[in-house]
Structure formats: C-alpha cells, structure tokens
C-alpha cells in the first residue's frame, strides 16, 4: 500500500474526502438522524467540490459529448431530484423553483451512440443554480431534522427518499467527474481536492491465475444493511466452473499490444455491434489517449501527462472484448471477459465492505487519488485491483434477480436498462464512493459508454446468455400475460388453470399421451396440462403470443408492463417456479405458431383438444370444427371455452355459428355447435360457465362468462 | 239475426267452420290433449280448404301484390312454422324437410309500400308442399300425443308452442283470404265452404251515438284463460272522456259521399303519409271496388258482385282517416277514428267472448258468412257491428301495456311493430277465428295496408300519441340506458344510484336548492338527485343520450335492446314507476345538450355539481376543472367520478391529468385533481371506489372501480 495518501492530506474548508454510506438496520435513531444529516451535507459539499474544476463559463454550459447535458444541469439535477423524489412520495408539498426542478430533472443519458440530442434548453446561471442548491440543502437539512425516523431503515421510511437522494448524487458525482475529463483541457483547471496519482513506470507483465469453482449466490435481501438500488435485491443461485483471471487489470502498455497488432483495423476481433461503432466513430485508440506528434499521451480528470503505462486502460466494453478475441487468437486459449458471477468468485477473497473497512484495499472511495493509479499498487491475494482503480468490465447484461420489484418513487431505475444491450460493470473506480463502492453495487451501461472503466480478462468457458430479456410491452401480449400469470381479481379464479382443471377432471379415466392446446396464446393451459399429460402442444395463431410462451418455457420467466393509469404501469414477472410449475417437465410441451383451421397433419391422435376462447376468434369456425375431429383418437375429448362474442372484426356475419337468426328463428351459439358437432361426437356433460378477468388498467377490467362444453368424439 | 246461416249447411267432408280457441286453464288434462289435436287438425283443415278456392297453377304461384309472396308460400308456411318453433325451444330435433323449412320461413310482409321484394325464389311443387303439410300434421299430432301436459297451459308449457302454430297458422288463414281476394277472379273459383252472403240492399242512414266516459283498464294477465300473443298482456289504465261513435260501421255508400265530394282529389283530408301514398298509388276508389263501364261493382273473396252499399267499406287507415277529416268539414265536428280505448268502451257492450258464445254476436269466426253483410244485420244495443263484419281502424299505433314481454320462442312478433307507424284494428271481421276472434286480440298493420277492414268514426276530442316509440337500438345509447336502469351484476350495486347517494350524504347539511349532473348521460342520477334538490339540470355532450333521458321525462318509460349474443338481445323497458322514480317530480330535472368545457352562463349558483365519469372524456379536462368553481357557490360541493381512464382518442396526451410521468417523475391523476383544485376547493372526504358494472352481451361486461372525490368550495 502506498505510504502518502490523500486521506492523509487536509484541506481546510473542503469536505472530508473519505465518506461511508449509511447502516440502515443498526445504531439509535437520533444519532442515525445525525449520521444521516452529516452524509447529506458531506455528499453535496463534496459535489459541489468537483465542479469548482471548471475552469470558465464554457465548461459549465457546452456539453463534453452530444448524448449528454451540460454541467450546469448536473449541478442542478442532483439538488433537483430530492425535491421532485420528495414530491412525488408526497413528502413535502411545495416545489422550491418549478422551473428549474422541471428543467433539470430528466438527463439525457446513455441512448444509442448515433442518436443526436437536438432540444434546446435556457439554462439556469451558475449563481441562480447555486441559490437553488442552497434552498434545497436547506430544505432537505430541515426534512431530515424533522422526519420520522426509526430503525431499521426500510424501502418504507421517510429516511429512504433522503438515502436515495444522497446515492444518485453520489452517482453523478462519478459520472460527472467523466463528463469532465472529456472536457477541453482549457475548460479545467487543476484543485488540491482533486489531486491525481503521480505514481507511473513500466507495466508488469500480466499472468493468468488458476480460481477454484465454487457454488455463488448473489442478490441481496430486502432487510440488507445497506441503502441498494432496486435491481440489487433478490437471489440468484448459479455453479461457477473453475476459470483463470488475470492477476491485474489490463494496463495501458498490454492494451498497447493489442493496437500495434492492429487491434482497430480487424473486423474479425470485434463483435458486430462493436465493430459498427468503432467505424462509426472512427476510433483509434482509447478515449483519455491523446496522440501527439505520433506518441499517445494520457489524459486524467484535469491534466494530460506522459503515458502511464502501467496503469489501467480505460476502454468501453466493445474495446475491451475486441481485446479478448485479439488475445484468444495469438494465446489459442478462450480469453474473454468474466462474467457477474466470476467476479464475485474474486471479490470473496476480500472480506470487508465500504462502510467496515479502516482503509480500502483498493483504490476506491476517494481514499487515495482523484485517478487511476498503477496496476500493481494494490493486491488481494494473487489478485490486484479486485476492487478499485478503474471499473471492470463483464460479459453480464444487467437482469433482475428472483424476486426483483421496482421501488414506487423510482420505478425506472432499472427497468429500461433489462434489455439485452446493458452490460455490467463491476468493482468501482477510484471516484466510486457510497452505494458504488459497496460489494453489491450493480450498475451498467450500454456497451458503447464510457466511464472510469477498464477490465480484467479470463479464460473461461462460461457463456453469458446475452439476448435480450427486456420487459414485454407490446400491449396484448403482456395483458394476456397478466391475465395468463398474473393477479387475480374480483375473487374469480385463474382462467386458463380453471380451464386445463377442467381438463384434468374430464380425462381422469383416459389415457392422457397426448394433449393439444389450440389457441394457447401466452401458454398458461399448456403449462398446467403438461402435470397430467405426457405431450402438450401449444399453437396460436399469433407468433407474438406463441413467442411469449416459449421464452417463459424457455427462460423459467417473462417479464412484462401493465398499464395502471394512462401511461403508467407495473412492471410484473411471470416466473414459473413462483407459480408452482417448477415440478413440470417443460420439455413435455411445443409451442408453435399455427392456424387452428389448417392444421399441419403431424398434429394428431390427441386424447385431449382444448380450444380455450378460440372458436369465436376464429375465421371459418364451422371448418375448424368439421375437422377437429380427425385429430382426436376414437374415445378422445374436445373441450372448448368461449363467451360467444362474435364480431365481424373476426368472424364474417355468415359463419358465426350462433347469436343470429336463422329463417327467422334465434340460433344460439350452443345449438349451433350441437348441430356442427353432433355426428363424430356426443357431449360429456352439461355446459357450465367458467369466468375471467382480464385486467386492462388499475380500475377497468374485462369480466367475462365462457361457456365450457365437453365432447367425446364417438368410436 | 239471419235466420239462414253457413253453420246451419253440413259439406260432408268438410271441416266445422265454427272453431273456438282453447280455455287454457280448466278441464282434465287429458280431455284437454284431446281438444288441442281436434284443434289443430281444425285448424289444418280448414287452412287447406281455403287454397281449394284457387282455379289455376298461376293462382298459386303469382304475387297478389307485389310486396308479399305467392300463395304456394302461406300454404307451406303455416305448417313450417310449427316444426322452426318447436326447434326453436329444443322440443324436436330432426327437421321434416330442411330445405322446404329455410325456403317457407320468413314472410315478406308488410313493408313500406314502396319497397320492391326482388328476390328470386325456387318455390316446391304444390303436391310436394301437400306432402310436407301431411308429414307435418302427423308429427305435430303425434307431438300433442305424447308431450307432457298440465292445466293451466302457460307460457312455459309444450302446449303453449303448439297453440301458438295453431293460432298463427289463424292468422294466415285471414291473411291468405286477403291475398285471394286480391287475385285475379281467374285465379279463383267459388266453393261451398266459402259461401258469401247474398243479402245486399240501401244504406241505413248513419248518426252519432252518445257513449259514457268510463275508466278503462286494458291489458290482460300472464294467467288468463286464453291463448295471447305477448302485446296482449300487462297493464293500461285511462280515462276516456264521453264521446259518440257512429251506429253503423261506414258503409259503401256512405264512402261514397266522400269520393263524390272529392276524397281522393282533396289534399288537405288527407296526412301527408296518406296523402303520399294516395298519389303514388294512384288510388281512385277502395281497393275491393271494381270501376267497370262507369260504375262500381264489389270483389268479395271469390266473385265480383253488384255494389253491395249497405255493406261496410274496404278501406286502409289513410283512406278512414281522410273519410273522417271530410266529415269533420261538412259536419263541423270533430270527426275522427276511435282509439283502442275507446273501442274497448263499445266493446263493454257484449258480454261474452269466442270460446264462450253459443253463436257469435257479428259476422265473424266464420259462424255466418265468407264475406262481409249489411252493416245493420248484427247489433248489440244502440251499435251494429261492435264485433266482426270487417276490422275498425283506430288512431292508436300499437304499443306494449306496462309489464309488457317477448316470448323467448317468438321474440320479434311485435316488437318491430311498436314503431309508431303500425295503427291497431279491433273487432275483427267474418273469417277472424281463434285469437284473432276475441275482445283481447290486438293485430296492428301499417296504415296504408289493406285487410278485410273499415271503420267505425266517432266524435271525439280525443288526441292518441302517435310519435314513434321504437325501441332504442343505438347501441351505444342502449348499452347506457341499460347500465341507468337495467339489471345489476355480480352483485356491484347501480353505480348512478350509487353516486346519487353519494350526492345526498355529503349534502346532508347544506341547501339543496340546485344541482348539476354534468355528463349525465342518459340520466339516471339527474333522476336521483330530484329526490332531494329543487331543480337538477341534466347535461350531456351528446344528444342521443340527452334525447333518451328526454324521453324517459316525458313519458315515464323507454324501451331499448341490449344484445346478449351475436345479433340476438334482449327488449328492455325502462319505466321510472317500477324504479321507484314514480313519486318523484319530474319536472324538476331539465335535461339539456351542452359542453361542460363550455356551459352557458346560466348554469350557475348550484349547492352541488356531480360529474360522473367525466374528467377521462374532456378533451381538455383542466379547463373544465379551472372554471368548476364558478358554477358553484361557496360552500358548494363537486363530486367526481372517474375510472381515470386515460385515452388518446378522447383527451390529448398533453392534456391528461395524470397517468403520466412529468419531468421524469410519475404523476397520478387523484395529485393531478389536487393540484388543480387546490386553489378553489377542499377536500371534504378521503377518496373512495365505487364499482360499476357495463353489460356488453349476456357474457360479456366491463367492470370497473371509479375513485369519487368530494370537494367543497372554499367561502
């Protein structure tokens, strides 16, 4: 560890550097209150710090890259956001400045790299942005004397909004200070709070280190000790083969070696999306690199030195896993990033947490430089830098554990990054402080971003499932996927279990090899028939239903968004473990897209057929059922639910099988399917009705009464 | 009394002329089974005597008038009716001959007489439909055979559909002599059965008879003895004022005063409707007259014969009604045809009724003649012909007593007709039998169609309703009027009730001199809140529904039909007595088309302003909810209701109240209420949900929780 530290250094009027996020669940309330009171103050002094680099007007109001604000609105939009949060739990009633809280309150980060911000915003002065940072800390000072305040801390207290006010600040205090490295040198001007390592020589040379396998469990409880974003919380339990890592971080000389093999000129080491954006964005080296007169020197937050060689690179996650494809091609060995779970194999080795440790074992926290610093300078083990120096890259796109649910006043914390296309970083910067400097800190950006942030590399077999996993928001699908595995409501039972109860009852004395869910939609029926059935095929005409139902067979899960209230929803998981159905053998079941009245011939022989809802969906339903039969053994059962809604939306008015007037006479749906059904079938038993609920917003609700019939095709 | 009668002559092999319809609730079982085949078979024979009046294959093949069909249609008709309706109510399930069933269903009857049938029919042979009437009459024999049977015969009873194809096989044999009447005298030949009175002479001078008023009580009872069709039953209760009635029905000769003054020359005698089909019809004379070498012979159903003046005229309603405007002008009184009431006044006059007489007290049932007689040959008291001779057009359009309902087996017998524009004919007149022969009977046809009818005229000041009084098939109206007065489901109690109580609990301590119920729709709870404020105004954007609130105003009820499946529904009433609404003053609501965004000045000063399911229908719901205040007085209150639910078509996104996320942070609709009530109002209560439930087919319905918020205007 390095002797002379900046913890060390004291800087009259500035804001103790080293800072911890609070313990929720221990300590008395009054003294907590303090603490907490002491973190608020300590978080925006310390923010406010970081800008007091910018050097003129310029840096403040020109923004360092086009896909984001300038400072001015990050100064404001921390202040802003425990307002607009307070406000929105309805704390406090009263705004402090309307327009300023509505200005700076959405930032325009982390779209894709070719969009293009075009809004124009009249910024706030700098002074008016201050007073306004003064009412707020006044403000929140006076909430946080004032609230209610138990122990321990939940998601439920008053104290939380004020936690989660003090932890994005803390985000944007590490964000900002990117935006500001990205900044024109002129624009900033170097500050004694912020001094960076002067500590530089030859890299070491990197080795691969042998890490034992091991069973992980990651996710955090809703009772952990310390504040969390929604996305921490929940369980996921995964076998983590034996796998090496390399003992540092890639350092600016080994990245080197990369770029001198041509690194950006090879299309074959990058992956398709890595390499469109390198093209698109002409690089050629990395992003704090400047090359002048032929040689690269080294930009940090407020300086440009003389290459540090041996300390890490800062890379996106495109560069990073070009690297690994470079160095599994010159190795012949499977190089690539770690996974989530692999790095938290390394992270065992240290046995601390940010609020519990005297001294980070890393450089992290503020605890040392304003920068990076050597890959070598700080060791756990075998390992440097398992935490600390630059963040790491993983092979990981953020998902919510079992269990995850949003928080009510941040709902979109993480939702809209579950989408394939958000990959992990992991164990913090030197600028990560508060929640981003604790062991389960889970963030991620799109693979194109920069941060403080560089990688580890392993050689492993693990595969990630990268595709996508984002919530299902086509409308239909995910309302048939609450109607299917959601809610229920008005005390009515689940529907589509009712209906393959219905099935079970019917077919108690059959055999039951084979059983066909027609008009499946999102699966549910299908799901339940596979406890009795040894066969179930699943087959909707629509390839969005059908889609839906096999990712959940698939996946063990599905994700979806339900409105509540005009453009407001939940966000809902359908998990089949959750829903009993984690003793089912799903392979028992075959979801394909098909058409109910031109069925392929390889659908046949059933012991069951079950129609759910379909037969007045249908085009030609007479045509479906004057064939049904063929496709169900001799002794075989038909079951069909429907609420007879003919509409002509679906059904031309000549083939509705009921609900008309026949040479004057009323034909109802029931006589109809007598008359259509009656010659290769009889039926079972009394049609009974069977209700659903299908949600449509918090307060509207479809509520229906299917009429169920039985048949028996005759033998 | 004639002495010579047709019911003294014996055809050997002919069926009794005389039948009488069945006493439904007394007599053994047994004995009545018998009754009921002796009935139909009756009935079957002599419907099938009447088509040997026919001379030619081209008499049963050609149209009579060109908007009914062919002869060869009634013949198989009547038979087919009886195998569709015991389909219909599941009492057979083979057909007879499907093909000759769908062919012989539907009678194109009684259209406007402007209309052109053009379809192309494929009609069976006469030996073949002889051959389906025999299959027909042995089926049905052996159904009265061998179906259950219990006294009293009801609605629900098997009988019941057997009576009503007896009755309505009838009325086509009246209907059919009509047809034959209208034929070319080539088509036809005389015959035995059908024997005409021979009897003609002069005119007996006519006069007006001075009749008491009385309180009449129309309608008769779900229990009565005999056989009705569903307009017969339920209640009608009216004074009817003293008025005179002519002795005489009119006869030829009297008629002719008419024609020779000019009748058909005459506009202004005549309706515009009667007027426009004068001209179009180029009608000169009555329709059974025959203009040959200047004068005017008379068609009875089989022959021409000399002008029989003493005889009552032919004629249809438009050419009484015009008769009866020119008497009023050369007489000076007010001249005009009976109402239903008022004929039932002369009616009280005979005591008796078809099952009962020994011999009937009019040339009808058949028991005398096949034609019409002298206008004197029948009285009763100071009037000839209170029964029987030919039908009495009168002012009334039929319409459904209170408590009036379909027969599930025959849903649309009346229904299309209580329409305004189909008047009633009572009496009756030679060939009525069965049904069509008794004081309760009630056939109503369009005013411009011909049957065995005349008139008697009365002077009276008495006006009849004749506006139109259709069932509401807007469906959308309908749909409403239903969720306003309809039935209740899934136990949700009736939401504008439910509101209206809401309404009245939170006004308990204040004035209730004057309410608004904005957006009332079709108007239940402007009926509600008339229970206790003085004066309630009713306003909605849309005037189908304000029209339909209007008219439950004035008349105390409206009808309307909700469908339950596909095309089908069900005919509702909604009737402000049986809701209770009876006691309350009508004339306290004012219901009125107007703009909640935009309400006339004179809507003002009001203790209570409910606006139901509303605010999520504005198109700009803050302009609404900015002005409110000024609508009420201080201290006054506004209730709102609303599901919140939030549509594009209806409210631009940028105008919603919430359901939205603003600056990022989510905004829901009950914040969004405070906010722009705050300034005007306070909350009285905290929120509460109210369900509701919409039917939208006997399956189907939205269900639905509003969140109502009350709020008093601050003094």
Known sequence: MPENTAKDVNYSDSPDRVTRTLVLNSGNPESKRQELLDYFQQTFDQYETLFETLACEEAW?????????????????????????????????????PDIEAIVAIGVDEMSWDDLDDSHYQWPSVDAMKDYRRKVRALVSDFIETMPLDIPITWESQAWI???????????????????????????????????CRETGDAPENRLVA???????????????????????????????AFSAS????????????????????????????????????????????????????????????????????????????????????????????????????????????????????????????????????????????????????????????????????????????????NLIKGGCWISTGNYAIRDSRYAFRRHFFQHAGFRYVESTAVEN???????????????LAFHYGETFFDVPNYPVACAQICRDVSQESPRTRALDLGCSVGRTSFELARWFQH??????????ISAAAELQQRGKIRYFVPTEGELGDYCVADLAELGLDDID??????????????????DNYDLVFAGNLIDRLNHPAQFLGMIHERIRPGGLLVLTSPYTWLEDYTPRDKWLGGIRENGEV?????????????????????ADVPFVIRETARKFQHTLAQCTVWRRKV
Not at 212 to 218: A, D, W
Not at 466 to 480: F, G, I
Not at 586 to 603: E, H, M, S, W
Request: aromatic share 16%.
């Open 466 to 480: 990268t595709s996508a996993n984002p919530y299902e928001t086509d409308a239909l699908v995910a309302q048939y």
């Open 247 to 422: 003992e540092y971080l890639v350092s600016n000389a080994e990245y080197k070696q990369f770029m001198d093999a041509g690194g950006y000129d090879n299309e074959r080491w990058w992956t398709d999306e890595g390499w469109a954006w390198a093209t698109f964005s002409e690089t050629r080296h990395p992003e704090f690199w400047v090359l002048e007169g032929g040689s690269y020197r080294y930009r940090t937050m407020l300086e440009e030195i003389a290459m540090p060689w041996n300390w890490p690179v800062d890379v996106n996650c495109h560069e990073a896993q070009a690297f690994c494809q470079w160095k599994s091609e010159v190795t012949g060995r499977q190089i690539q990033l770690p996974s989530e779970a692999e790095w938290y194999c390394l992270r065992e080795a240290i046995d601390t947490d940010q609020p519990r440790w005297d001294k980070a074992p890393g450089n992290i926290n503020l605890e040392y430089w304003a920068s990076a610093c050597p890959v070598d300078e700080f060791r756990t083990g075998e390992l440097c830098d398992v935490i600390g120096n630059v963040w790491q890259w993983t092979t990981t796109p953020i998902d919510g554990f079992d269990g995850f649910r949003v928080h009510p006043c941040y709902d979109d914390f993480s939702t809209p990054t579950f989408d394939g296309r958000h």
């Open 211 to 241: 890490i034992p396998g091991r069973h992980m469990r990651l996710g955090k409880a809703y009772d952990d000790a310390l504040y969390g974003w929604d996305n921490e919380y929940g369980c996921y339990e995964v076998e983590v083969p």
């Open 586 to 603: 799903v392979n028992r079941i075959r979801f394909t897209q098909g058409d109910a009245c031109n069925l392929k011939p390889i659908y």
């Open 536 to 545: 179930v095929d699943g087959i909707d005409f629509s390839a969005r239903f």
């Open 667 to 687: 034909l109802d749906t029931y006589t109809g399917l007598h008359r259509l059904l009656g010659t290769h079938f009889e039926e079972v038993q009394p049609p």
């Open 61 to 97: 109001y020109e923004k360092a890259i086009p896909l984001r604000h300038p400072l001015i609105f990050y100064f404001g939009h921390t202040a802003a956001f425990f307002i607009n949060k307070l406000v929105t739990a309805k704390l406090i009633v009263e705004r402090v400045d």
């Open 162 to 196: 004020i936690m989660m006010g003090i932890e994005h600040e803390r985000i944007h205090l590490e964000t900002s200070s990117v935006l500001i490295r990205q900044l024109p040198l002129s624009y900033v001007k170097v500050h004694p709070y912020w001094e960076p």
